[in-house]
């Protein structure tokens, strides 16, 4: 299967999470010391991983790139497609190759795999609580260091959108930037000023919006607003630019501030909390 995920390198993450595991460059590291003395060189394995959760598929061209990465021979045919429900019990990926070296990448595998689909059925489950076409879905910056691209494209293929990437593609003004610039108006001046493109504004009240608009904010970040009130804000932006609901949302209010007329809805937990989905790998020797 061809996989590839703009802005990241598949290859170097194979390869530092594997020399990571395995200790390289440390006093006696650069082995699985287990594989080694307990397997066979010449001993092959064949493998199934499967799911006992039911989940949203996320990351098995990942996982197929850590066997591969040991076993470039390895016969690996992935089984459900990415983004794809799959219910417990479902099969996800045989294998067939070199015992040490499954054995060797299979923690790796299967660390990614649990976390992306534990991130991906995260985010189907909102996106049902919110039941609304209308609204979109989105992530945020809070992601684990160095895994950023990998859980916003987990998100992705549960249903979600992302928000901005990083702090280079567009400006989100907070309270923190308000308070040195003096104002709303004047923190989205300065931006505007910088030549900035795209510039969401945070506000947390209604008597910010005008300000913010007035000085050329092209999206409106309605901050830890109730549903009653982030109505009232839509109503005063009245469709001039984008509007974004955050903070305070879970499984239970996600519905009623996305039926509040905001474009958009973003939540931090999909990527700061979601637990890893139970997937887990049998192997059979061959001989």
């Known amino acids: 299967m061809n996989w590839h995920l703009e802005g990241f390198d598949l290859d170097r993450f194979v390869r530092e999470t594997l020399a990571e595991d395995l200790g390289a460059g440390l006093p006696g590291g650069g082995r699985d010391v287990t594989s080694d003395s307990v397997i066979p060189a010449e001993a092959r394995f064949s493998g199934v991983m499967d799911t006992r959760d039911a989940i949203r598929v996320a990351g098995l061209p990942i996982a197929a790139a850590f066997f591969r990465a040991r076993d470039p021979a390895m016969t690996i045919d992935i089984l459900v497609e990415e983004g794809a429900e799959a219910a417990p019990g479902t099969d996800l990926m045989r294998l067939e190759g070199n015992a040490r070296a499954m054995l060797t990448a299979e923690r790796s595998a299967l660390n990614t795999v649990q976390h992306l689909s534990g991130i991906a059925t995260m985010v189907a489950a909102y996106v049902r609580a919110m039941d609304n076409p209308a609204c979109t879905l989105l992530d945020t910056r809070k992601t684990i260091p160095g ?9 992705r293929m ?12 567009a400006a989100m ?7 040195v610039a003096g104002s709303v108006g004047e923190a989205v001046r300065r931006a505007v000023a910088a030549g900035v493109a795209e510039i969401i504004c945070e506000v947390d009240r209604i008597d910010q919006i005008e300000p913010a ?10 901050d830890n607003m109730d549903a009653a009130t982030l ?3 839509v109503s005063v932006v009245d469709g001039r630019v984008p509007t974004e609901a955050s903070g305070g949302i879970n499984l239970d209010t996600i519905r009623a501030k996305a039926a509040s007329g905001v ?7 999909l990527t700061q909390s979601a637990p890893a989905a139970d997937i887990g790998l049998d192997f059979i020797p061959l001989r």
């Open 213 to 222: 608009l007035a000085a050329g904010a092209t999206r409106l970040l309605l």
């Open 173 to 179: 003004i907070k309270d923190n930037h308000v308070l």
């Open 158 to 169: 549960g249903g979600g959108a992302n928000h901005r990437m990083g702090l280079w593609d």
């Open 231 to 233: 109505r009232r804000a």
């Open 147 to 155: 895994l950023r691209h990998l859980e916003k494209y987990a998100v």
């Open 263 to 269: 474009d958009y809805v973003s939540v931090g937990r």
